[in-house]
């Protein structure tokens, strides 16, 4: 039996056909949502015969067109099937009664990238919410998480949930979209009914891809910016740039591998990472370098940076802590420039009371701890090490793979 995502298993399964041919089903999906031969899920659940009879499209949209943060999406009729295609990043986040109506089952199918900030384990969380609520079925078609295994970050404080920030998870997790719904469905007052359709030859922490089946599948972007593989291995550190007044790289072509900005000490971090703390760059290069965003953050200006790089035969994917990593850059940036302007000010994913960085973190202990000087770089290593260990008990009943 080779490789095949939740979406293949499902369209082996015959028994399961037969049922949602006589059931009024939603399709929750992007442009990432495809069969190991990469046809679009809903192409093919319509090939086999599926009663599809609404889709719904996630941040980004369906077709995963809008490029930012809160560039929303509008409601549209599927030029090619003639489905109704209604917007989860609009006038709504969470699906109303009016849009389940006359459904029967849910299939969730979207890729994510292992890692609590990024959306569509909201949108997950959502639904199920609120197919609980209307007594809807829902079913999981799982997929890789392209993070793989290691955990890492801090867990979200209490209180600070947001639409980044759903559950008490660390900023990466480890788990596939089926083992978090199994876990989220325990969170629940009122638990949905759903059924995890899982892949078949899965292998979570086999190399190259530690956590992708990068020799056995091509990498679709799930969303504009999570352009590859590195990207996804990145994103639990450099995700937290997006709280900062340096560029993450968005406006490039790499965006979210690397960091900096037209006055960003390069070599003078570079050096204090070396003596600090040399083991956060073990397994992965940290190349210097420079680049010019043609939009967004210093827009048009050269910047000085640092680019992340993992997909190497030297990488070792349990070494590398994106997370702990980014966290100790920015530390080390106000140690040396006490007065840089480093936190942005501004609404973010629907947040206007807290700033960005305490909103992408789970809480404002980070920003607390980067912004003191009394406090040491170990502490933030203890705090991220008893997470991990809380973390990884909690999950241990959830894993399929």
């Known amino acids: 039996m080779s490789f095949g995502f939740g979406l293949d298993q499902l369209l082996a399964d015959e028994r399961r056909l037969a049922q949602l041919r006589t059931l009024s089903v939603g399709l929750v999906a992007h442009p990432a949502s495809v069969t190991s031969v990469l046809q679009p899920s809903a192409d093919a659940l319509l090939a086999a015969g599926v009663n599809l009879v609404r889709l719904f499209g996630p941040q980004h949209g369906m077709r995963g067109d809008k490029q930012d943060n809160m560039i929303e999406s509008e409601d549209y009729v599927d030029p090619l099937h003639e489905i109704p295609v209604l917007s989860l990043?609009?006038?709504?986040?969470?699906?109303?009664?009016?849009?389940?109506?006359?459904?029967?089952?849910?299939?969730?199918?979207?890729?994510?990238?292992?890692?609590?900030?990024?959306?569509?384990?909201?949108?997950?969380?959502?639904?199920?919410?609120?197919?609980?609520?209307?007594?809807?079925?829902?079913?999981?078609?799982?997929?890789?998480?392209?993070?793989g295994r290691p955990i890492d970050g801090l867990l979200l404080e209490s209180g600070q949930e947001s639409f980044v920030g759903v559950d008490s998870l660390p900023c990466r997790h480890g788990l596939t979209t089926g083992e978090l719904a199994q876990w989220f469905n325990t969170r629940l007052v009122m638990p949905a009914d759903i059924t995890v359709i899982t892949m078949t030859e899965y292998v979570i922490n086999?190399?190259?891809?530690?956590?992708?089946?990068?020799?056995?599948?091509?990498?679709?972007?799930?969303?504009?910016?999570?352009?590859?593989l590195n990207m996804a291995r990145c994103f639990p550190g450099t995700v937290l740039i997006e709280g900062t007044n340096?560029?993450?790289?968005?406006?490039?072509?790499?965006?979210?591998?690397?960091?900096?900005?037209?006055?960003?000490?390069?070599?003078?971090?570079?050096q204090l990472l070396a003596e600090k703390a040399p083991q956060l760059s073990q397994g992965t290069i940290l190349r210097p370098c420079n680049f010019e965003p043609a939009f967004q953050k210093h827009s048009s200006m050269i910047c000085s940076g640092i680019q992340f790089h993992t997909q190497l035969p030297s990488y070792r994917h349990q070494d590398f802590q994106p997370y702990a990593l980014i966290a100790t850059l920015l530390k080390l940036l106000r140690n040396l420039r006490?007065?840089?302007?480093?936190?942005?000010?501004?609404?973010?994913?629907?947040?206007?009371?807290?700033?960005?960085?305490?909103?992408?973190?789970?809480g404002p202990w980070l920003r607390h701890w980067i912004d003191d000087p009394d406090r040491d770089l170990p502490e933030l290593y203890q705090a991220i090490e008893l997470a991990r260990q809380s973390w990884s008990s909690t999950r241990q009943d959830y894993l399929l793979y």
């Open 246 to 270: 340096l560029s993450e790289g968005r406006g490039t072509t790499t965006p979210l591998e690397l960091m900096g900005a037209p006055d960003f000490p390069t070599a003078d971090i570079l």
């Open 206 to 228: 086999e190399n190259p891809g530690y956590g992708w089946p990068s020799h056995r599948q091509p990498w679709i972007n799930p969303s504009p910016n999570a352009s590859s």
């Open 89 to 147: 990043y609009g006038q709504y986040r969470r699906p109303t009664p009016e849009m389940l109506s006359g459904l029967d089952v849910i299939l969730f199918d979207l890729q994510d990238i292992g890692c609590r900030i990024y959306t569509y384990i909201t949108t997950l969380r959502y639904f199920m919410e609120a197919c609980a609520q209307d007594s809807i079925e829902m079913w999981i078609l799982d997929r890789p998480n392209p993070a």
């Open 338 to 362: 006490p007065d840089y302007e480093l936190w942005r000010y501004h609404d973010y994913e629907y947040e206007t009371e807290r700033i960005p960085i305490d909103v992408i973190n789970g």
